[in-house]
C-alpha cells in the first residue's frame, strides 16, 4: 500500500493547529488578556496604534494597540468552535434529513427539494449575508448563535442531497434487498447496511465541510459582516467608536479592512493567512481519509 502523504501532513498541521488552540493561550509569550495599548512611546516619540511589525508585536497590532500574534493563538479555539458547530449542525440536521427523503414521496422529500431550491439557486455568501442583514439577526443578543445557525441552514439542503443519493444506491444494492425481503425491520436496515455504507463517506465530507465553513467565514469578514455583536464605546474626541468583542479570525479580518487606508497592509495578512492553513490542513486530512478509504476497499 503506497504511503498516504496527504494524510500525514493534513493530521500533522491538525496537531499543530488544536495544540496552538488549546495550549497557545498559556505561552509566555502570548497576552492571554489581550490588552490593549492605543499609545506608546518609542524613541522619545509618542505613536498610536495600530503598531508595525517589530520584536514586541511580531505581526502587528489591531488599531486599539492589541497584539496580532496574541489574538491569532487565543481566537483560533474561538475560530475552531465556530466552524466545529457549524458543520456539525449541517450534519446533525442533514443526514436524517436525507435518509427520509430517500423515499419518493413524504414531506422529507419535500423539504429536501425546498431547502435545494432556494439555497443552491443564491450563493452561499449572498444567501448569508442576506440573511445576517435581518434586522431580528443583526441587533440580537444572540447573534453569534444565530449566524452558527444560518451558515449551517445554507448547505443543509446539499448535505441532505448527498445523502440521499447514497442512500438510494444502497436500496438497490440486493444485500439491502434480501434484507428487506427476510422482514427485517427499517431501524435494523439502517444499523445493519446504511449507516456502515454512510458512514465513510460522511466522515470525509465532514472534514472537507470543516475547510468551506472557514472559507465561508474569511469572506464575510472581509464584507465585514461580523458574527458576534460588538458595542459602542467612547473614543477620541469623545465619538462614539464601534468595538469588536470577538477575536475569531473572520472578525479579526473586519477589523483590519481599514487599516488597509493607511498603508498597514500586512496586519490584514495575518488572519488570512491563519484561515489559509486550516483549510489545507482540512482538505489534505480529508482527502487523505478518502484515499485511505479507497485503499482499504
Known amino acids: 500500500m503506497k504511503k498516504n502523504v496527504m494524510l500525514w501532513i493534513g493530521g500533522s ?3 499543530l493547529l488544536f495544540a496552538t488552540a488549546l495550549l497557545g493561550p498559556y505561552l509566555p509569550f502570548i497576552d492571554a488578556d489581550l490588552k490593549a495599548e492605543r499609545f506608546r512611546m518609542e524613541n522619545g516619540h509618542l505613536i ?16 486599539f494597540g492589541v497584539d496580532n500574534l496574541s489574538r491569532i493563538v487565543v481566537g483560533a479555539r474561538e475560530t475552531l468552535l465556530i466552524v466545529f ?4 449542525l449541517r450534519y446533525v440536521i442533514g443526514i436524517p434529513l436525507g435518509l427520509l427523503a430517500e423515499r419518493k414521496k413524504g414531506f422529507a422529500r419535500a423539504l429536501l427539494g425546498w431547502l435545494n431550491g432556494v439555497f443552491t439557486s443564491v450563493p452561499t455568501l449572498l444567501m448569508t449575508v442576506l440573511l445576517a442583514a435581518v434586522p431580528f439577526f443583526l441587533f440580537s443578543s444572540g447573534r453569534l448563535y444565530w449566524m452558527i445557525a444560518i451558515m449551517a441552514l445554507v448547505e443543509v439542503g446539499r448535505v441532505g442531497y ?5 442512500a438510494a444506491s444502497i436500496t438497490r444494492e440486493s444485500y ?8 427485517l425491520r427499517p431501524i435494523r436496515l439502517l444499523k445493519a447496511y446504511y449507516i456502515p455504507a454512510l458512514l465513510p463517506e460522511m466522515i470525509v465530507n465532514f472534514c ?10 474569511g469572506q464575510l469578514g472581509v464584507l ?5 455583536p460588538g458595542s459602542a464605546e467612547a473614543g477620541l474626541n469623545n465619538e462614539f467608536e464601534f468595538v469588536n468583542t470577538a477575536n475569531d479570525w473572520g472578525s479579526m479580518i473586519s477589523d483590519h479592512i481599514p487599516d488597509m487606508n493607511t498603508g498597514h497592509f500586512g496586519s ?10 486550516a483549510v489545507f490542513a482540512f482538505s489534505l486530512f480529508g482527502e487523505g481519509l478518502r484515499r485511505l478509504q479507497k485503499d482499504q476497499s
Not at 498610536?48 to 488599531?63: C, I, T, V
Not at 458547530?85 to 456539525?88: D, F, P, R, Y
Not at 448527498?162 to 447514497?166: E, L, N
Open 13 to 15: 498541521m491538525l496537531i
Open 48 to 63: 498610536q496604534a495600530p503598531y508595525d511589525f517589530s520584536p514586541k508585536n511580531p505581526l502587528g497590532s489591531s488599531k
Open 85 to 88: 458547530a457549524v458543520s456539525l
Open 162 to 166: 448527498i445523502v440521499q443519493q447514497q
Open 176 to 183: 439491502t434487498e434480501a434484507g428487506r425481503a427476510l422482514g
Open 208 to 217: 472537507l465541510d470543516l475547510g468551506k465553513v472557514l472559507v465561508l467565514i
Open 224 to 228: 465585514t459582516v461580523y458574527l458576534n
Open 268 to 277: 490584514i495578512l495575518v488572519p488570512i493567512i491563519a484561515i489559509v492553513y
